[in-house]
């Protein structure tokens, strides 16, 4: 399969092929969250069991997407956005709170979102592994995002006197890696505590890392 098929146009069923389409696509991601995040998995779904999942034919698959993994490429993608989405509002909410609050705030919207759904985390964490090179590509690219979130906060934190001034983006790296090998521990039940207790180990790193023992606030800070 070298290319999309073309999908039909004009207006049918009082929707436009615009919003037909949008329709398909969106009936074949659901389809794929439940069975790439849950049973059994990217590797063992095929076009067909894919299309009769979302209820429709492999030759509308073709007119959405080539392959499966340009299906699994827009969910990683949607998943990740749903989770910076929430982040960003808990940021914006959370603009005037102490850095320790603020912190915490933050992840809490961030650990809820992503494990309010077990398949969103096996989307991010284990079905993304592995499948090419430009998956790699962009799951890292993703993860990129991640740190210059992490970064940006530890500037502004910087700026307020609430955090020791230095190069955040290494440091950035390696909690990012905490962050998803965490969560991806406590999903799959090998860390015995509540999301509560795993936020909370998260927030203590993060500021561990923002504030180390030699650092003093600036006078007035």
């Given at each position: 399969m070298t290319g999309?098929?073309?999908a039909p146009t004009g207006r049918y069923g009082g929707k436009t092929a615009e919003e037909r389409q949008a329709e398909?696509?969106?009936?074949?991601?659901?389809?794929?969250?439940?069975?790439?995040?849950?049973?059994?998995?990217?590797?063992?779904?095929t076009v067909?069991?894919?299309?009769e999942a979302a209820g429709l034919s492999?030759?509308?698959f073709y007119e959405e997407f080539r392959t499966l993994e340009d299906v699994l490429a827009a969910l990683h993608l949607e998943v990740n956005a749903w989770a910076e989405q929430a982040v960003v509002a808990a940021v914006t909410g959370?603009?005037?709170l102490p850095l320790a609050e603020r912190v915490a705030a933050i992840f809490h919207a961030y650990a809820a979102n992503v494990t309010g759904d077990p398949r969103r985390i096996r989307i991010t964490f284990v079905e993304i592994i592995g499948v090419s090179p430009r998956l790699e590509e962009q799951r890292l690219a993703r993860r990129a995002r991640w740190v210059d979130l992490v970064c940006a906060e530890a500037e502004a934190a910087v700026a307020r006197g609430e955090a020791?001034?230095?190069d955040y983006?290494?440091?950035a790296a390696a909690f990012i890696g905490s962050v998803n090998g965490l969560l991806h521990d406590w999903n799959a039940g090998w860390?015995?505590?509540?999301?509560d207790e795993v936020v909370e180990e998260l927030v203590r790193q993060l500021l561990g890392i923002l504030r180390p023992p030699e650092w003093e606030p600036p006078p007035g800070a």
């Open positions: 999309r098929l073309r398909r696509r969106r009936r074949f991601l659901d389809a794929a969250l439940q069975l790439f995040g849950d049973t059994p998995g990217y590797r063992a779904t067909a069991a894919l299309s492999t030759r509308q959370a603009e005037n020791a001034p230095r983006r290494l440091a860390v015995h505590a509540t999301l």
